[in-house]
């Protein structure tokens, strides 16, 4: 079952922070992050796979809580370099793994 | 970190013509693939599962003898769309991901895809 985010879409001046949240209502083994920028395949940010697991990358950084099976991506002080679509992809455990991704959300930073 | 290559970039052809995708793992065996599948602003879409030495698992919905999926090694699954049409114009992607033993929840890396137009 696809996950669900939100916000679909959000515009930032440089600088500005910002945070995409991705939701599921199966019980989750891992959420996995990626930017997408227009024309290009997908370039993994993260992965977090346990309950209250936050990671960081650079100013990127995310949390997932197992219990509400929800995941926040959170970018500060962004940078114009930050604009694409944002997904989320959540998998459930055991033998049959697969990815499931939300359907985006599009961040656009301006100067 | 793991590389995962991706052939043709961009495929333009006839209706009617059979288009063969190859994606192959660079410095890691897959025993399984994914192929997505992305139209226009929308999000990635899996059609399928690729398994090495056996068949592919299809998601719902998705015509197995139109999309002909082949795991023939660890490092190589290709993907061939048959007697393609206009409503088969797509961004196909691949994606693998590393699962050799003492590197459990490897991260899924992505090909650059193929942009597929049917004329």
């Known amino acids: 079952q696809q996950p669900v985010q939100s916000p679909q879409a959000v515009i930032l001046r440089e600088g500005e922070d910002a945070v995409i949240n991705c939701s599921s209502s199966?019980?989750?083994?891992?959420v996995h992050w990626y930017r997408q920028k227009h024309g290009e395949a997908p370039v993994f940010l993260m992965i977090?796979?346990?309950?209250?697991e936050q990671k960081g990358h650079e100013k990127i950084s995310a949390s997932f809580n197992e219990k509400k099976q929800q995941s926040s991506l959170y970018l500060t002080a962004s940078q114009l370099s930050y604009s694409g679509t944002y997904f989320c992809?959540?998998?459930?455990?055991?033998?049959?793994?697969?990815?499931?991704f939300g359907k985006g959300t599009l961040l656009t930073v301006n100067p | 970190g793991a590389v995962v290559s991706q052939h043709p970039s961009r495929v333009i052809c006839k209706s009617g013509t059979s288009v063969k995708i190859e994606c192959r793992s660079l410095?890691?065996?897959?025993?399984?693939m994914f192929w997505y599948r992305q139209f226009p602003k929308q999000s990635l879409m899996l059609m399928a599962t690729?398994?090495?030495?056996?068949?592919?698992?299809?998601e719902q919905g998705v015509e197995k003898d139109k999309f002909l999926i082949n795991h023939a090694s660890l490092t190589l699954s290709t993907l061939t769309v048959t007697s393609a049409h206009p409503e088969d114009s797509s961004f196909y992607i691949c994606?693998?991901?590393?699962?050799?033993?003492?590197?459990?929840?490897?991260?899924?890396?992505f090909g650059d895809g193929t942009r597929l137009s049917i004329l």
């Open positions: 994606s693998a991901r590393d699962q050799r033993e003492g590197q459990p929840n490897q991260p899924q890396h």
């Open positions: 199966k019980a989750l083994y891992s």
């Open positions: 977090l796979l346990k309950g209250g």
């Open positions: 992809g959540t998998a459930s455990g055991g033998s049959n793994y697969k990815l499931t």
């Open positions: 410095d890691f065996q897959a025993t399984t």
């Open positions: 690729s398994n090495e030495g056996s068949k592919a698992t299809y």
